[in-house]
């Protein structure tokens, strides 16, 4: 906490600080009014779920960048080399952020952009066919997108082996049955 208070006191121009500690700190920050020259959140697929406190505490209630730290910064950055890691809903916060979504809540956004597929395991998320060219160029338009080749990334060929399991066949079978998709 002593960087935060050296920086409040204007001993510091430059404050860095954790997700979490920026979470600890935001009730006590909007309490200022300061507005900040810049916020940049690294990581930012960190705040991809809105209901996570560190996603309340500085993108705000609703994850839009209202009444969370995020509204003190005059220019906001968030650079992410995930931005969809898991499900397309995740780009949620990333485009809240960029004001490029008419102020819609996040189940507003589900309902115009998603279809919704329930099983045993939860929800995934899918865009609407008729949706995809739109929301392309939201994002387009927001991000930034590089690929191995722009960055000379060189990785490793990606390799397959066949591996054989020893023991008891009856303990793997319930092992392949609790889990689908092992067995590929």
Known sequence: IHDYVAWKRKRYNVLVTSYEQATSWAKDFR??????????????????????????????????????????????????????AN??????????LCNCLGGLTEGQFINRFFQIHRSTYGARH????EMLD???????????????DDVGLQLPPIFLTTATVDGDDAKIVEMLKAHPGLDR
């Open 134 to 148: 739109t929301i392309r160029q939201l994002l387009g338009n927001n991000a930034i997108r590089r690929t191995q």
């Open 87 to 96: 499900d397309p809903l995740d780009a949620f916060t990333f485009l809240a």
């Open 126 to 129: 899918t865009v609407k066919p």
């Open 31 to 84: 309490s200022t009014g300061e507005v900040l020259d810049f916020v940049i959140m690294d990581e930012a697929h960190y705040l991809k779920n809105s209901k996570t406190k560190r996603s309340k505490a500085l993108l705000g209630p609703k994850s839009t960048g209202d009444d969370g730290l995020t509204e003190w910064g005059e220019h906001v950055w968030h650079v992410t080399g995930t931005p969809m």
